[in-house]
């Protein structure tokens, strides 16, 4: 007796395959959206600049106080000494830093004896060697003893701190007027990181789908050798050629996939229409 082969199962597994193969292909307009991917939203940008001014209210105040006492004579070092030293914690409780450059205000003071006894005590503030506007103050200390004029040497001190605090304030505005303010740079027109896809090239990544599922389908049914069915031994179950027909239309989708994919990216990366010069003007070319 003869085995008779039968391929109706076979066909059923061509139509099987032929279904999971346009199953997994997805709509175009339905991929692209699925291959949209969000980019981050981008870091609120709320301080465009990177310094902002220093509040002259803040800014360290320098200076420094030089004392002159060299036509007193004999109590000139006596006199030098503690003019220093009481104008040293004048300027440290007002909070004025010693100076640490030639452009630091400087408060000078020039005690020089009267006649008829007594001292004068010339003050003022001098910022790279000139006077400043309105500082500059001759003090009469009639009949002052020596510790009388160190006092009113304190107060002259004092009354000169707030011009040391002006000059402070005016060299910290035009520091900062004269410094460019560093600005943080603007964000790229191309830099939003939202992938779109073209229809065609959606449709090509919908049969590149399909074609993987085809060809996974299709090989192991192409390879299996023919078996006796057990309940059946005079029929075979033959694979092979339903497998070689899912494989072929496995192979078919990869390539048109890959074919899509490529059109709708040049597609997409060269604009629709154009002008272009010619020997009579103009041509507009593009796709309609």
Known sequence: ?????????????????LSLGLAAAPPAAGLAQAASLNAPAPADDAADDETAPQDPD????????????SDIGAQSPVLLRRIEELGDIELRRAEILPSRGPRDPVIKLVIVPIDGGGYAIRASLEVADETVANSEREVLCTLCTEGET???????????????????????????DAKPRRRREPARQG????????????????????????????????????TVKPEMPLETLDT????????????????????????????????????????????LTGRF
């Open 1 to 17: 007796m003869s085995r008779r082969s039968r391929h109706a199962p076979g066909r059923a597994l061509v139509a099987a395959g």
């Open 191 to 226: 830099g939003d990181r939202t992938l779109r896809l073209d229809p065609l090239s959606a449709a090509g990544v919908g049969l590149l789908v399909g074609g993987v599922v085809s060809l996974s389908v299709g090989l192991p049914l192409a390879l299996r050798a023919p």
């Open 150 to 176: 160190v006092e009113r040497a304190r107060v002259e001190v004092d009354r000169l701190i707030p011009f040391v605090r002006d000059q402070a304030r005016a060299a910290a505005e035009a520091e900062a």
């Open 240 to 283: 092979r050629v339903p497998g070689y027909v899912i494989t072929g239309i496995g192979g078919a989708l990869l390539v048109t996939g890959v074919a899509l994919l490529i059109t709708g990216r040049r597609r997409a990366q060269h604009p629709a229409v154009a002008l272009a010069p010619s020997p009579g003007g103009l041509l």
């Open 58 to 69: 803040d800014v360290v105040a320098r200076a420094s106080l030089e004392v002159d006492t």
